[in-house]
């Protein structure tokens, strides 16, 4: 029988972004950032002996990869392929458990999954291989810069090569609000580039720092069970994901996500904590949809505070 091996790995939220490159071609960050690992949306990828190519993976919501979609996830392959001195040919498939049309960025749990699901077969050929998560995630990284951070639960740090477990005991639901189902303008490794043409990229990676530092703090005190740190997550994840799309409008030639829909949401979420001194944490991706976290708690509320939005969440709530 032909040689399969399957694996999936799951996608992250940045809440605070990796957003430009040190270094562009192996995905260097600019700054460290921190995330949330969404295990419930996931990439699943099988491998097996075959003609080389890409195919969808039957059993999802079907998978469409452009031309160069395409050609970057399979030269990932061939990369870890080498890397581990591996030769042959394969046929990789792919899906996610979520639309690929509702706008979540997917790369990241692609590109874990892939590395997981060769690191897998490698192991089949090659049983004395004995490669660390750290450097797999290193590895995830030439593939895609957030991936590398997928491979820790349920938070993730990401300075340099790899990411590391963030010894964090605090466990959030997670919200998207959909706005938009269109594919984006501008991909986010256009976006890497553009903004450091942005005035205002001076100093960012020094905010990020700062911010990240005030931010771990704030979220060991929340899982302490402090209600004041969670409305300070709340600002600094909120002015985390503003710095980022500011870069964007500012960059030259500006480009931007926000829609009429994600305005509309923001100016909600924003509401809802003035008026009640409690709320999500929200941040948005490169994209215009926007996502909340949520304490275990706020499950109730949260189905109130979601009515009239087209959202998906991790506990099941569809509106
Ligand atoms: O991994 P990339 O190159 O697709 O970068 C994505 C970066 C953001 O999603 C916009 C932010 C982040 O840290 O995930």
């Known amino acids: ?69 395409r050609l970057k996830f399979l ?17 990789i498939r792919s899906a996610n458990n979520f639309p690929s049309d509702c706008g979540l960025a997917s790369s990241a749990s692609s590109f874990a ?7 897998e077969l490698a192991r089949r050929l090659r049983p004395e291989l004995n490669v660390t998560l750290a450097e797999l995630s290193r590895l995830s990284r030439l593939g895609s810069g957030s991936s590398c951070r997928s491979l820790f639960s349920p938070w993730a740090v990401w300075r340099n090569e790899g990411a590391e ?8 639901e997670h919200a998207v609000v959909m706005v938009e189902d269109g594919h984006k303008a ?20 020094a905010r990020a720092e ?27 994840c909120w002015s985390e994901f503003w710095d980022m799309h500011a870069l964007f409008e500012t960059s030259r030639p500006a480009f931007g996500y926000m829609n009429a829909g994600t305005l509309r949401c923001l100016n909600h979420m924003r509401h809802i904590w003035q008026s009640t001194g409690d709320g999500p944490l929200v941040t948005m991706d490169a994209g215009p949809n926007v996502h909340l976290l ?26």
Do not use: C
């Open 113 to 119: 999954a892939l590395t997981l699901a060769a690191y």
């Open 186 to 205: 501008v991909s986010s490794s256009e976006a890497h580039l553009r903004v450091t043409s942005s005035l205002i990229y001076e100093g960012r990676p």
């Open 75 to 91: 030269n990932h392959f061939e990369r870890l392929w080498s890397t581990w001195n591996l030769s042959g040919s394969y046929l």
């Open 294 to 319: 949520f304490r275990q708690e706020q499950k109730e509320e949260a189905a109130i505070w979601l009515k009239g939005f087209d959202v998906m969440t991790s506990w099941g709530l569809k509106s």
């Open 1 to 69: 029988m032909a040689l399969k091996v399957e694996a999936s790995a799951p996608s992250n939220i940045a809440l605070i972004k990796y957003m430009g490159k040190s270094e562009s071609s192996s995905n260097r960050p600019a700054n460290t950032s921190l995330s949330y690992t969404l295990e419930n949306l996931r990439t699943f990828v099988t491998i097996e002996e075959g003609e080389s190519g890409w195919q969808p993976l039957p059993g999802y919501p079907e998978l469409q990869l452009s031309e160069k979609g």
């Open 210 to 236: 700062h911010r990240l530092e005030a931010l771990r703090g704030a979220l060991a005190e929340v899982a302490r069970g402090s209600k004041p740190a969670w409305h300070e997550a709340y600002e600094l």
């Open 165 to 172: 477990a963030v010894d964090l005991p605090l466990r959030l």
